[in-house]
């Protein structure tokens, strides 16, 4: 649950105190900016003549402390080994909120659609960079790091993909599910993707939470960073529920990978792109239900728009994966019904 208004106004006045500290002089303005999915709220605060023109603050839905907020951890974790992400500047657990580096208000899908892919190229290139910094760091747990700790498993992903049966194919849709003959299909799926080499996953790894400034790449929404197939990130980003990069960006980018990363995990190219489909299929799966369930709990209809558009992904990739037959006529009814 977000924060009340009154809490919100609390928080706000905490973060310019914040900010007046830290940078040494008054704050301008503050102005609220738009939320994601998740529970936090955001604001950007102005504050010309200090050293940075501007800052964020994100307000969290109740009080931390450094050592239980898996943010705070990740930030420090992900900096540590060269992938760019904001700057904490101050923290005030007590009053739940965050002083942040300022990343902008474009992010790698804005990009994208302002400019196509002739100016975002380079832009995913960076990112993609970005990706092979995360998994070719050291993965041996040291200092504690949370994101090292923590693993996704077949019964983590077969759960995420039953929240995609009860939000979006009965809850949204009104349709009736045979739960057991589900979950026997979509163990066997999730199985199998976690056969895939684990390697550090920022669990988010799209468009939208991949920031554009001044040509650099900033990642954010980072807190539930954790070991994973090595191809959940290559899936989220290649094949966005947010987005439809088109056939020539998505080639691009699943060659790209295979050339800087995927010939060192797989032994050959078609091993590969089959392992990507899989794992984009409990991506993508997994995104439905996300946003059916904003639509059924929080009222949030923006993210319906997005599910057709992702269904037909999950249609193209049985296409590509002929074997996973049995899945693919469990699931056809529910995906021809969410395209409609």
Known sequence: MKASPTEQTRAHERLKALARDYFGIGVSSLTPLAGDASTRDYARLTHRGGARPS???MIMPEPFTKETLPFIDVQAHLGEIGVRVPEIFAVDGEAGVILLEDC?????EDAWRRGGWERAEPLYAAALDMMTAMQEAPSAPTGGRLALTRRFDPEFFTNELHHTRKYAFEKLL???TDERALDAAFRELCEEICRIPFRLTHRDFHGRNLMVLDGAVFAIDFQDARMGPALYDPASLVFDSYVDLGAEARDYLIARY???CGHRLFSAKEEYERALRATAIQRNLKAIGTFAYQKAVRGA????ESIPHTARMVQAHFEKRRDLGPL???LEPFLDALLK
């Open 104 to 108: 902008g208000d474009e992010s790698l």
């Open 328 to 330: 693919r006529a469990s």
């Open 258 to 260: 295979w050339e800087t």
């Open 55 to 57: 800052s964020v603050g």
């Open 301 to 304: 209809e923006r993210y319906l």
């Open 174 to 176: 009104g349709m009736e």
